[in-house]
Structures are given as C-alpha cells and as structure tokens.
C-alpha cells in the first residue's frame, strides 16, 4: 500500500469539497526536492555498512521547510514523500510559519550501541547539511529519533557552518537550546484537542475510556497527561505487546514497566490482550499513535469509539476513512490532532533566534491557545462546507498555502 498514494487521495478529496485558487493543486502533487543519499556507517563489530536517507522537502510557500527524522527499516521515499506532504498541511492548519518536509533513514535501530547511533546519525546529518538551515529546512524528531539525536544534528551543522546556530533543529535537549514543554507537546496538543471537542459535544470527561495504539513519545505522554486529566486509559498496546484493564490501567506504572523492560507486555496491573485488535477495544475514543496504515478495511467496520484521534501521521487509509464516516465515527485528523508537536518546534525555533528562553507555563499556556484556535478553525471549516474534520483540514490549509504563493507572485 502507498503512503504517498493514500495522502494524495485526501488531497484529491480535499479539493472536491473546494479547490485552492492558482496552481497550487499541480505544485502540491509532488515534492518541490528530494535528496536522497548514502552513507557509510563503522559498526562495533569492525564492518562498515552503507545507508541510505532521504530528506523530502515537500512546499515552502507559507516558510522554511520542517519536519521530523525517522529512523525505521519500513522507512523509503514513498513513506517520507507522504509525511513531507502532511507537514506542509499540517504547518498551515495550526498557523506556523513554515512548509513541509521529512527525512528518513532505513535503518532498524533497536538493536544498534549508542556509538553506532550516534555515528549513523552524525553521518546522516553531514550528508544533508548543505541543504538544511534555520531559514532553509528545519529538521526534528519523529519515529525512533529523540533529543540527543538532535542534540547531535546541531553539533553537526555547528562544524559545518563554523558557527552554532541552534534553530537548524527543533526538539534539542533543553541544556543545548531545546524548549521546555517540548517532549510531551504531541502528546499535549493532541489533549488539548480532545478536550475542546468533547466540550463542543458537551461530553464529560470522566465518563470517556481512551484506547492508545503505540507506546512511543507520542502514546506514553497523552496517556499520563490525559490520565492526569480523567480520562480512563482502558488499553494500551506497543509493537510487540497489549495490556488491557476495563476499570483503567495505572499509566504511570505502565511507563515505568516499560521503561525497565522495553514493552508493555507482562505488567502486572491489567490482562495481556491482541495488539492487532486492539484498536477494536470498547471504548469511547482511539488514538493510533504508532504507524500509518493501521485503520483499513478489515478493521474500520469493527471500531466500537465514536472518535478517532490520530496522533500517528497517516494511520487510517482512505478507504477505512469512508468506512469510519459511513458509520458516524468522528475522526480528528493527524494533521490536527498531532500538530502540537510542530507548534512547540515553531516555538522552540523562535526562542532559539531570540536567544530567550520562555517558561514552561508559557509554552504550555500559548500551545493552548494555539490547539484551540486550530479546533474552532477546522470545525468552522467543516460546518460551513458540510463535510469532515480531515477534508476541512486540508480545504483551510490548502487555502493558506494559496494565499501565500500569491503573496509571493508564485505560479
Ligand atoms: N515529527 C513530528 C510530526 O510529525 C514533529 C515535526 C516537527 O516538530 O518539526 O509532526
């Protein structure tokens, strides 16, 4: 299954709700670069291995490209073709001023030494550091790639450039320029979310079980702040196990379990459940935090929740979409309900170009502000057009992408 082929069919069904003015519809079809490049890494072992990477730098009508590095062995141009593609819509949904891009490495890096990790990365880095910059393309963390990665990705452009300019990435260690906040604002905004749209639904909180598919950055940081919140995380899975408890699983101590052991499995407060059917779990709201692809046909019809949020990019086919509307099932797009993660990048860049540091009540009080606003935007959106949360997404963020090129006299 394309990633790449699926996010152009939302683009397609985007602009039959209502078609961006100019050409940006043709610009929007493919990328404007992409780099790909290879890279030889030394392992422990004393063998050498090349790599290959991809940097995909999608638009930059609206800023600076931006965009996370994962490092995953599913990871090709098409996946990250895709994920430049939602980061371009998704800038635009939450108002930051930047396009879109992604990068990536084929590479399982579980299993690799953090010598290895930290050559692999560095190796990446110098092979894309001519294309990259703070007012250029502004890379950050995804899948399987943390701070210390980006702390590495700084000192990289740093020798490059002969200089430190921190703003080259987002999601740094905080002693090196990173944001407070930073680490849990996917998590956060995608909470912040939620909330406005059970609000707007008059929907309580306490009486709302949570299903979580994906255990990673994302998974682990909505789930204790949305249990902190009152929410009941009912089940939990990761990519090799699933835990289930109907009356609420104590996800601090999931996390802790985690932490010591690397999976979810095995921990003593809940029953060991399907990770593959665990989006089927009985529930009022599942959030695929993990991959793409993960709502498709052959489970879409058997989803219990009313409400989808997507904190994965790309997890629900748009096949399954069509299923989920069929059946009244209210989906929050990832370009939304994830967005809190660029939001904070955007903030983490604006303070290291002010050379000032914000609290991280500030961080968290303007990520509010900002979720919110995307919500009543996207919402707006979609009651005047009569139509989803995802196609109103894109038809608003297509519409800011337009008013920009124009701006910029761009065909
Ligand atoms: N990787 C995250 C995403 O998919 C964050 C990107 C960023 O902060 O630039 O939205």
């Not at 430049?84 to 001023?97: D, E, H, N, S």
């Not at 919500?375 to 608003?396: G, I, L, P, S, W």
């Amino acid at each position: 299954m394309s990633v790449f082929a699926n996010a152009l069919k939302q683009l397609e069904a985007a602009a039959a709700v209502a078609v961006p003015a100019g050409e940006t519809m043709a610009v929007l079809k493919q990328p404007k670069r992409i780099f790909e490049v290879s890279f030889p890494v030394h392992l422990d072992d004393g063998s050498t291995r090349v790599f290959t990477g991809y940097r995909v730098q999608y638009d930059d009508s609206r800023g600076p490209y931006k965009g996370g590095i994962r490092f995953h062995p599913q990871t090709d141009l098409d996946e990250v073709k895709a994920l430049a593609f939602w980061m371009t819509i998704k800038c635009a949904v939450v108002g930051v001023p930047f396009g879109g891009g992604k990068g990536g490495v084929t590479v399982e890096p579980k299993n690799f030494s953090e010598a290895e990790l930290e050559r692999l990365s560095r190796a990446y880095f110098r092979a894309i550091a001519p294309f990259v910059g703070p007012d250029v393309d502004v890379p950050a963390p995804d899948v399987n790639t943390n701070p210390k990665i980006m702390a590495w990705f700084a000192d990289e452009y740093a020798r490059y450039v002969g200089r430190q300019l921190p703003g080259v990435v987002t999601g740094k260690p905080l002693s090196v320029g990173g944001s407070k906040g930073r680490m849990s604002a996917t998590g956060q905004g995608g909470l912040f979310v939620l909330d406005e749209h059970l609000r707007n639904e008059g929907r309580e909180v306490a009486e709302t079980r949570i299903v979580i598919q994906g255990f990673g950055n994302a998974g682990q940081h909505f789930a204790r702040l949305a249990d902190e919140r009152g929410y009941r995380i009912v089940a939990v899975s990761d990519s090799r196990g699933a835990m289930l408890n109907t009356s609420g699983l104590d996800v601090q101590a999931l996390i802790e379990h985690k932490n010591k052991t690397g999976g979810v499995s095995g921990f003593v407060g809940g029953q060991q459940a399907d990770p593959n059917r665990i989006l089927e779990t009985e529930c009022e709201v599942i959030v695929p935090a993990a991959l793409e692809n993960q709502l498709t046909l052959d489970n879409a019809s058997k989803i219990q929740a009313g409400v989808v949020l997507e904190l994965a990019n790309g997890p629900t086919t748009p096949e399954a979409d069509e299923v989920l509307i069929e059946r009244g099932v209210v989906v929050i797009p990832d370009v939304l309900a994830n967005a809190g993660g660029v939001a904070v990048s955007y903030f983490e860049w604006v303070q290291n170009r002010q050379g000032y540091y914000w609290s991280y009540d500030e961080v968290r009080a303007q990520l509010e502000k900002r979720m919110t606003v995307a919500y009543a935007d996207v919402r707006q959106e979609a009651e005047a057009h009569h139509t989803t949360f995802r196609k109103a997404a894109f038809v608003m963020a297509l519409r800011r992408i337009a008013e920009a090129r124009e701006a910029r006299g761009w065909q």
